[in-house]
């Protein structure tokens, strides 16, 4: 029998404030175990939270991303639990009345785009770590405990384990694109809980779910749904029952663990939070932080698209971020083509990124002003430099802190379209090569390459690839 999977998905963003939700402890990765902890964040008697205000912030900019509600009033919960990793006893969340509700996200698998509805997204502070041992002890880790969270919730749409997928990428480009979180599941700032359960084609009604809990890569989240997935329906077939559990996906192992029974909102007795006051937001206050936001990556795909003529692959990558648009826009501005400018952003821009670890602010600031690319450009369009060399010159510049327009002024640099001097190169390389040459005349037209690239490297790649080609053809068929 065919089985249908129902998922539904619950993300947790840890936001990017300069200290934790209700403390003014640092909210840092990586600093040594337990160093950034004050009596307030481990619950210690007579130690009071204050709501920080930028977790507020952050959290509107992504509900205004979401176009989620935000409602004028919510306040805060406790989630009751007793972990080792959560001193307090309790964990402070959002319950019946969260910071914002309803919204969606679009995203696109095998060519076809799908939009997902969400339930809410509200504010809530993580835990600590628990780091369980080699010898079978358990250390915990408790600096992370009060650092500000945003819960987002999925109405169950998911079909497919790819669109589960394609959810966490999309979610994560739109997080770091607001920059409100950095998106880094691996340190595990962005974590995935996976709700799953499967029924029979043309059944209404969801069956038991169960639940995977903090999966940390887009990777795991797929492979994780496919394997829980075949699980329940191998329980359905053989005449078993699903139970609500808890689940951890193994990674190394690729299998499912049972970790717990699933608890229900009655298990956690939620309460209002009796030392914080309710928030209230105020409709001028979301306003300016509307007015202060970037047109979102989607709108600007489909202008970028419909006006300026880009692919899809090509709109997705320069809306990747905002320092990557305003490098982008800054390139068209100065005239550049939008379709060569956003090659020249994938190769070599984005090599040099990856080589030396800059940021795309960082190119755009003082690394490798859009200035410098526009003029690449041009002098590859005028035929002055080969577009090989202009990307030599670019990674040269970029690492060395150069301007690449005093580099071009070097006759080392430029084009060589002298047509007798590189008949001259071709006439040398078809000489050296003359077993290649009858091997290409009796149809191994595979060779053409190579006599191209013996005379790019002759030339130091500084040929005319076209005119190369072309005397290249002429003097090969004589």
């Known amino acids: ?58 959290a509107t900019k992504l509900a205004l991303a979401l176009h989620a509600t935000i409602h004028p009033r919510c306040k805060f919960d406790r989630k009751n639990y007793f972990y080792p990793d959560l001193p307090k006893g309790y964990q402070i969340s959002q319950f019946d009345e969260p910071f914002s509700t309803g919204g969606y996200l679009d995203i696109g698998t095998n060519g076809v785009s799908k939009r997902i509805s969400l339930t809410r997204a509200h504010i809530e502070e993580d835990a600590g770590k628990s780091m369980h041992q080699d010898d079978g002890f358990t250390i915990v880790d408790m600096n992370r405990c009060g650092v500000p969270l945003v819960e987002i919730v999925t109405e169950p749409d998911f079909r497919a384990p790819e669109e589960a997928a394609a959810f966490v990428t999309a979610i994560r480009e739109l997080l770091r694109y607001v920059d409100v979180c950095d998106g880094n599941m691996e340190q595990g700032s962005l974590r995935c809980d996976v709700n799953i359960s499967v029924r029979p084609p043309g059944q209404n009604t969801l069956n038991e779910r169960t639940e995977i809990k903090n999966l940390n890569s887009i990777r795991s989240v797929e492979r994780a749904v496919h394997a829980e997935r075949d699980r329940q329906i191998q329980i359905y077939e053989n005449g078993g029952t699903v139970v609500r559990e808890t689940l ?185 090569y003359p077993e290649e040459v009858a091997r290409y005349k009796a149809g191994k037209q595979k060779l053409f390459g190579f006599f191209m690239s013996e005379a790019m490297t002759a030339t130091q790649r500084r040929a005319n690839p076209k005119l190369l080609s072309a005397l290249l053809q002429d003097m090969l068929s004589a």
């Open 248 to 432: 951890l996906w193994d990674e190394s192992a690729e299998e499912i663990r049972a970790m717990r029974r699933k608890e229900g909102s009655d298990d956690y007795r939620y309460f209002p939070e009796p030392d914080l006051v309710e928030l209230s937001i105020a409709p001028d206050f979301v306003e300016r932080i509307r007015a202060a936001m970037p047109k979102l990556p989607a709108i600007l795909r489909e202008e970028y698209c419909a006006k300026l003529g880009l692919s899809e692959y090509q709109a997705g990558f320069v809306t990747a971020g905002v320092a990557q648009v305003q490098y982008f826009e800054d390139m068209i501005r100065l005239g550049a083509n939008p379709a060569v400018s956003a090659n020249w952003m994938q190769e070599p821009l984005q090599g040099i990124i990856n080589a030396n670890d800059y940021s795309w602010q960082e190119l755009r600031e003082s690394r490798f002003p859009p200035a410098f690319s526009t003029a690449l450009l041009e002098t590859i369009a005028q035929g002055h430099v080969s577009h090989s060399m202009a990307k030599q010159t670019a990674i040269q510049a970029a690492t060395q802190g150069l301007d690449p327009r005093e580099m071009l002024k070097s006759e080392s640099v430029k084009q060589v379209s002298d047509e007798e001097q590189l008949r001259a190169v071709v006439r040398a390389v078809l000489e050296k």
């Open 1 to 58: 029998m065919n089985y249908e999977v129902i998922v539904g998905l619950e993300i947790h963003a840890q936001l990017l404030t300069k200290t934790k939700a209700f403390c003014r402890c640092p909210n840092r990765y990586g600093a040594p175990p337990n160093t950034l902890t004050c009596p307030t964040c481990l619950g210690l008697p007579g130690a009071l939270p204050v709501l920080n205000e930028d977790v507020v912030v952050q």
